[in-house]
């Protein structure tokens, strides 16, 4: 590793010396005193010993709120893409090989609940981004205190509501016939907290067969007792989506807004009426009790049910999923010693009905899949306040996976297959120390182990596809990571991290002719990188009589993602650069307030080129991606308005947000729109 990680010590350092900084939260706040949950503990950003981003409601709704993909695409490491409207990847220091849609590898909570199921999968295109508040990313691996997920975790929670009554309501306009709206009612008292939200998200799309449609009703209401804080809450989602498909680079240049086109081989998605259509519901309750002499317990149930049809090129799949879980932990404080006890458990009850697809229509059934998976975690952690600022945590969980996995054939041709499998999940350990130089300034080094089970999905996938069939284990992670954070709130505000990650049995997608996928355990996969995130505050509120306030962000990252060990078949891919990952991000941000109202938000994110199969034969070219936008925001009485007019790929450059990794007959491409606009009005009134 040498002289690359001494080309990425190299990089870190020139930026050190420009000290330029980064938006890594609203630049209106003390981030010092910004609150993450982290590991459970509840503490400032500066005094968490591992890398924790924040994103707090100012900077949620800089966007325009018809995807997450610009606000999570603002942090160092987290990369979001969306190869057509409603059809989402999420990658946290990592590739997105193993996610053909949905997020897998990285957990994700909301309201403090695990909405990832017991078969590893997150919908996360479900989650409608108008009704959250914030956002916090941990990175790397997590499971001492989350379970499975190498990557990381993704914790959401749920718009808090203002003191008294509010309705809001929103329409935001783009290209494609985008449409945005929401109506929200808010209800803030000190013995209860309400959050109710209905909203409407859609569009044509830019290409052919990638239209989207979407309705979502959020439910929050939390009931502050004597000792209790207690919480109900309810999602529940109406999504269609149609997938046009990835294209060769001759047929993304002759026409870039086609769907795949049909092949001898194989019929359009556009003859099949290739999509998604999907109604999701998640009902939970979680409760908080302050025991006494340092006890309190947090305490979560929740269920939910998904029913999901997916006419595709080659078949028709009608999947019926529920899922129900609880999360406990208790903790106990003690001077200058906190510990925490907790376990976490996860059941889903699958069923797969595998029909031809006649242009879009149920055909005759070929087979049905049965599967119930379980994930369970016990884990245990300590934090130990030290002498000289030093704080020491550590942790461990202990981990179970099971799948139950029946196939019940229709058809003559096709086999009964019954497998009970139970992939090797590690114990894994984590431990941290930081180190507080003052009030502003902090160092930390952090040593983590995590896993990731194969999905259902993968399993089944691999099990009807795979030309060489074998069970898949879990991928296992070890990461290493050396930090620095300075936050002061007048001039700098920064994160530095030097992170490295072995990945041991990594899991990586395949694609045969006909589209269909497969999963493959490679030997070891080797990831270092840096992430670098900074704020400049230009201008603190109220300073001058022109400009309110003016803040200038930069983040840039540098990622070394090989194989270290990876055979197939005769070929071996050792020292290739692991498909899907831009060796180099930056994104730049500038956002200006003035004083009688207008506002001007600026963003520019870098990718370099993207290898976009093993062999390192096809890369995707570089790209800058931009956007800006004006507004005018004011206040009468009770009321607030707000309007904006905004451009999307301000340097109309031709990219794919979302790319088929290992994709058979080098269809690669998911053409993004040109430059486009967009515009919105939001309505605030108080009573």
């Known amino acids: 590793m040498g002289k690359a990680f001494g080309k990425i010590i190299g990089y870190a350092f020139l930026f050190l010396n420009f000290h330029i900084g980064f938006a890594q939260a609203d630049s209106t706040v003390l981030l010092g005193e910004t609150i993450v949950k982290g590991f459970e503990t509840n503490q400032s950003i500066l005094k968490t010993g591992a890398s924790v981003s924040k994103i707090v409601l100012k900077d949620i709704e800089r966007f325009s709120n018809t995807t997450p993909l610009e606000v999570l695409n603002t942090q160092a490491g987290v990369r979001l893409e969306e190869r057509s409207p409603g059809s989402f990847r999420l990658a946290i220091r990592g590739s997105s090989l193993r996610s053909p849609f949905g997020v897998r590898n990285v957990k994700v909570y909301w309201n403090g609940i695990p909405i990832s199921d017991g078969n590893g999968q ?41 003191a008294g009554n509010a309705v809001s309501t929103g329409l935001h306009v783009g290209s494609f016939n985008t449409l945005n709206s929401f109506l929200s009612y808010q209800n803030g008292t000190s013995k209860n907290n ?9 569009t044509d799309g830019y290409r052919e067969n990638s239209a989207m449609n979407r309705q979502t009703l959020n439910l929050s209401n939390t009931f502050f007792l004597k000792k209790h804080s207690l919480s109900v809450f309810g999602l529940f989602s109406d999504l269609g989506y149609l997938t046009p498909g990835g294209l ?75 899922t129900a879980g609880y999360r406990l932990v208790l903790s106990k404080s003690v001077q200058n010693l906190k510990f925490w006890v907790g376990s976490e458990g996860l059941r889903t009850a699958s069923s797969f009905e595998v029909y031809d697809n006649n242009l879009g229509e149920k055909g005759k059934q070929r087979y049905t899949d049965n599967i119930n998976s379980g994930q369970n975690s016990v884990f245990f952690q300590g934090q130990w306040s030290l002498p000289y600022a030093f704080v020491l945590t550590s942790g461990f969980s202990l981990n179970t996976q099971k799948y139950d996995f029946e196939r019940m054939p229709i058809l003559a041709s096709v086999a009964k297959i019954d497998i009970s499998d139970k992939p090797a999940v590690p114990f894994s350990p984590r431990v941290s120390l930081l180190k507080g130089f003052g009030k502003n300034t902090s160092v930390f080094v952090n040593l983590s182990s995590g896993f990731s089970s194969p999905t259902a999905q993968e399993l089944v996938s691999t099990v009807q596809n795979s030309p060489n069939f074998q069970l898949l284990t879990a991928e296992k992670g070890l990461n290493k990571e050396l930090g620095f954070k300075h936050i002061s709130n007048t001039f700098w505000n920064s994160e530095l991290v030097f992170f490295q990650q072995n990945i041991r049995n990594g899991l990586v997608r395949n694609l045969l002719a006909n589209g269909n996928e497969y999963f493959l355990n490679t030997g070891e996969i080797l990831q270092n990188g840096i992430e670098f995130s900074n704020l400049f505050i230009l201008q603190k509120v109220n300073e001058t009589k022109f400009i309110r306030a003016a803040n200038l962000g930069l983040n840039f990252v540098y990622n070394e993602f090989s194989y270290k060990k990876f055979m197939s078949g005769a070929t071996d891919f050792g020292g290739k650069e692991l498909p899907g990952v831009p060796k180099n991000n930056l994104f730049l941000k500038l956002d200006v ?75 690669f491409y998911n053409p993004s729109p040109p430059r486009n606009y967009n515009g919105g009005l939001k309505l605030d009134f108080k009573f």
């Open 194 to 202: 309400l959050f109710l939200n209905f909203s409407t998200n859609k």
């Open 122 to 162: 997150s919908y996360f295109n479900q989650l409608d981004i108008n009704s959250v508040g914030s956002i916090e990313i941990l990175k790397g691996p997590s499971g001492s205190i989350y379970g499975a997920g190498i990557g990381g975790v993704l914790n959401l929670q749920t718009k808090n509501a203002v």
């Open 593 to 667: 307030e003035q004083h009688s109202g207008f506002f001007f938000n600026f963003d520019l994110n870098y990718l370099s080129k993207i290898p976009l199969n093993d062999l390192n034969s096809v890369y995707a070219e570089e790209a800058f991606l931009s956007q800006a936008r004006l507004g005018f925001v004011k206040s009468i009485r009770k009321l607030e308005f707000r309007i904006y007019a905004g451009i999307d790929n301000l340097l109309n450059e031709k990219y794919s947000a979302g790319y088929d990794f290992n994709a058979f007959g080098n269809r």
């Open 248 to 322: 060769t680079l001759a047929q993304m240049e002759a026409n870039p807004k086609s769907a795949r086109p049909k092949t001898p081989a194989t019929p359009g998605t556009l003859e099949q009426k290739a999509g998604i259509h999907q109604k999701i519901g998640i009902i939970g309750a979680s409760d908080t009790w302050n025991i006494g002499q340092g006890f309190e317990l947090n305490s979560a149930v929740f269920f939910t049910a998904n029913a999901l049809h997916n006419p595709f090129i080659t078949n028709y799949e009608q999947r019926n999923e529920q």
